[in-house]
């Protein structure tokens, strides 16, 4: 209490300076705030849905959620849009999507149908998915389709204005990125072909201020085929879409969005975002919005891609993770950070609940502000009440689920010492579903408690005295097939044998399992064919 009292009276006195360190979203907030450049604070992110989202895809819309609570957080006003690039062309699928609609690549993503019934089309499919992850996570913004802005009317302006200045941006693209002049002409814009309907393989060519020509080029890009068609037409209302480039600031323009993050690949030097910033000053005339560029989220070091189908998918992450675990593998890391999560064969899935219980706890407690803050900012349901609460560890659960004889609540009920909570009931439950799915499906071999397929290496140090308990213990488990009977009849061998019971039932799990420990033996051995035990322990004895 007195170091705190000093800090305040010197920083009163103007002769120190001390910050409280923030959570990482609160930090970018205050920021924002006390600019008093972003009026009206309006959030905002992208999807582009050509695939089954990817689990890194989940890291701008998670960045964009915390920054927007923040800064709700605090009182303020604040908008949340996501924009789903739904005019965009289809310019590469996944293995299994190929054969069925490699057809469609250069089509509009709007324009290509649904990969299965019930949805109107290729880019309805894939948003709705990802959609449904987000409202899972606790994301729930305002959602837009860029091929309705565009077939609105709302984007007219900003083409207009485009093509009036194509050399303005011809220049800025020069000047940003050092790339080369287009050929004479160039215009940023394309148009769907009134031909073939594809709108990646046209290029736009001439603007009478009414209308333009364009041609759809049969070599224009690696990924499809134009049809060669030349034409005239509108390039408003829904007709054209403007280049990546070019479109990123323009939404800023018709949305009126005042802050948008972006991965670090895009604010490179000389890349779109430096690309965008120029556009913004010298083409729309509006204000920058603010930006943070936020690092990749990796898996095994590698980013991932959607149209390709790399990595873990984003509706995964809910099949794996409880929702507020899922939403607290982002929320915990600074966005100035890289992500890496590999949940095969690896602790990374155990570590993340020991991480989230530490920051549990700092919340109940109010010993941590920036875990505390963490833990706040990954509840989705709203905050539970700040008691005393037993958080069971992960790696428990992830043993007693495999030992048959346990009733998992009961067993909690007698290390709690009284009665169990709703609220810990249900994150008793809900671990152990996720520790069931661990073990299948992640988990090294040294976590399953299950038979061996072959004989443990382990046997070759087995004692004559184990040995002879272990050849006693194959009558016995012939005869019974009553767990509790079972269990009383190896504890009264061991004392008939004279011989010490942890080392002998140790000798069980040894020839089973290939460890010194496991659940409760009669169980466990009963659990598989008994012919199959039998044998087991005849070639552990051998």
């Known amino acids: 209490m007195q170091v705190c009292n000093l800090l305040w009276l010197l920083s009163k006195n103007n002769s120190f300076s001390y910050t409280l360190p923030m959570y990482w ?79 469609y690549l250069g089509f509009p993503l709007k324009n290509a149908p649904s990969p299965e019934d019930g949805f109107a089309s290729f ?41 009036e200045m194509a050399e303005k941006i011809q220049d800025i693209y020069k000047q940003v990125s050092g790339s080369k002049k287009k050929e004479a002409g160039w215009l940023p814009l394309q148009v769907i072909c009134q031909n073939c309907g594809k709108l990646g393989t046209t290029r736009v060519h001439d603007w009478d201020g009414k209308t333009v020509a364009y041609t759809c080029e049969k070599e224009m890009v690696a990924w499809a085929e134009g049809c060669g068609f030349s034409g005239r037409i509108s390039p408003f209302g829904g007709n054209g879409k403007l280049p990546w480039k070019v479109d990123w600031p323009a939404h800023w323009m018709v949305i009126g969005i005042t802050i948008e993050g972006a991965g670090k690949d895009h604010a490179s030097a000389g890349g ?70 590999n949940p095969v064969g690896t602790m990374a899935i155990p570590d993340l609940f020991d991480e989230y219980d530490r920051c549990y706890e700092a919340y109940i407690e109010n010993s941590d502000e920036i875990f505390a803050r963490t833990f706040e900012m990954s509840q989705i349901n709203g905050l539970p009440p700040k008691e005393k609460t037993l958080l069971p560890r992960f790696r428990d659960i992830v043993n007693y689920v495999q030992m048959p004889n346990v009733d998992i609540l009961k067993k909690y009920e007698e ?17 152990a579903k996720y520790a069931k799915i661990w073990l299948e499906k992640y988990a090294s071999d040294e976590f399953r408690i299950k038979l061996s ?60 399992i290939g460890k010194e420990f496991g659940p409760k033996a009669a169980w466990f051995l009963l659990q598989y064919p008994k012919e199959d035990v039998v044998k087991r322990l005849k070639e552990a004895i051998q």
């Open 123 to 163: 880019a309805d499919f894939f948003a709705d998915d990802f959609k449904k992850v987000l409202e899972s996570l606790g994301v729930a913004p305002t959602y837009y389709s860029s091929w309705d802005l565009y077939h609105e009317g709302k984007f007219d302006n900003a083409i207009k204005i485009a093509l």
């Open 453 to 512: 397929e072959s004989l443990p290496e382990k046997v070759k140090d087995l004692t004559e005295e184990q040995k002879k308990f272990l050849s006693r213990s194959i009558d016995l488990i012939e005869k019974n097939d009553d767990p509790e009977k079972l269990q009383l009849a190896l504890y009264d061998l061991t004392k008939e044998l004279k011989v010490d019971a942890k080392k002998s039932f140790s000798a069980v799990y040894i020839a089973l």
């Open 272 to 341: 779109s975002m430096d690309i965008a910033r120029e556009l913004v000053k010298q083409v729309f005339k509006i204000n920058e919005p603010y930006n943070f560029p936020y690092e990749h989220f990796l898996i095994g070091g590698k980013k991932m891609a959607s149209s390709k189908g790399l990595g873990f998918q984003a509706r995964d992450s809910l099949s794996i993770l409880s929702p507020e675990v899922a939403r607290f593998l982002f929320v915990r890391t600074d966005y100035k950070q890289s992500l890496e999560f």
């Open 25 to 103: 979203a609160d930090r970018v907030a205050k920021e924002i705030i006390d600019s008093g450049k972003f009026k009206p604070y309006w959030v905002d992110d992208m999807f582009t849905p050509s695939g089954f989202a990817h689990i890194g895809s989940l890291r701008g819309p998670l960045v964009h959620d915390l920054v927007y609570k923040a800064i709700k957080h605090v009182g303020e006003e604040v908008a949340f849009s996501f924009v789903i690039n739904d005019f965009d062309p289809i310019d590469g699928l996944s293995e299994d999507l190929e054969k069925d609609f490699s057809k």
């Open 415 to 431: 290390i709690k010492g009284k009665k169990l909570s709703e609220i810990e009931i249900d994150l008793i439950n809900e671990r």
